[in-house]
């Protein structure tokens, strides 16, 4: 390493000597500018304001260390790294949190009897149920008040609310209907 520091401090020197000669600008003015520069870096904050009135600046605030000034830094969300150790806690955390979403969509999605037809309906798609015991979607109520088949754009509505569907029951059903 000293060896390397010789080197450097050697080429430095001839450095300044061709500024002197070059600008006439004394020697002891030039060290002391360097010793100035390298003892105490500046940094600059990086943050590009995302809103008027400054929208697309950059910040500029002086700063000790870092990208960001202690304004930006608040504002910059970290990004979480994951440990190998917590990889199966995050996984049953995870699962947990789905579990309790699918519970709150459950509960939230209400389906109403239809009294007109007396099957149970999902207001707001129209799907049809084939029970209150029996909670699978068969069916999507038409404009007639009649039952008619599932098409794909209902067994994707299906799968969006998490619906079980199956599309066997509608033949069930209307040999049902038509036995009575």
């Known amino acids: 390493?000293?060896?390397?520091?010789?080197?450097?401090?050697?080429?430095?020197?001839?450095f300044f000597k061709r500024i002197n000669a070059k600008y006439n600008i004394d020697m002891n003015e030039i060290k002391?500018?360097?010793?100035?520069?390298?003892?105490?870096?500046v940094f600059f904050c990086v943050y590009t304001f995302t809103r008027l009135p400054r929208k697309g600046e950059t910040c500029g605030k002086k700063i000790?260390?870092?990208?960001?000034c202690t304004q930006h830094n608040k504002a910059i969300k970290p990004i979480k790294t994951i440990k190998p150790n917590?990889?199966?806690?995050?996984?049953?955390?995870?699962?947990?949190?789905?579990?309790?979403?699918?519970?709150?969509i459950e509960k939230l999605e209400v389906v109403k009897?239809?009294?007109?037809?007396?099957?149970y309906i999902h207001p707001p798609t129209k799907l049809a149920f084939f029970s209150k015991?029996?909670?699978?979607?068969?069916?999507?109520?038409?404009?007639?008040?009649?039952?008619?088949?599932?098409?794909?754009?209902?067994?994707?509505?299906?799968?969006?609310?998490?619906?079980?569907?199956?599309?066997?029951?509608?033949?069930?059903?209307?040999?049902?209907?038509?036995?009575?």
Do not use: A
């Open 133 to 180: 015991e029996h909670k699978v979607v068969y069916g999507k109520l038409s404009l007639q008040d009649t039952i008619v088949p599932l098409c794909d754009k209902d067994i994707n509505v299906c799968k969006q609310y998490m619906f079980r569907y199956d599309l066997d029951l509608i033949k069930t059903d209307f040999s049902q209907n038509t036995s009575k």
């Open 64 to 68: 000790k260390s870092g990208e960001y």
């Open 32 to 41: 002391r500018e360097w010793m100035i520069f390298n003892s105490d870096p």
């Open 113 to 119: 009897m239809n009294y007109k037809i007396g099957k």
């Open 86 to 104: 917590q990889t199966t806690e995050n996984k049953e955390t995870k699962e947990k949190e789905v579990s309790k979403k699918i519970e709150k």
């Open 1 to 14: 390493m000293n060896k390397l520091e010789n080197i450097f401090q050697y080429h430095t020197e001839l």
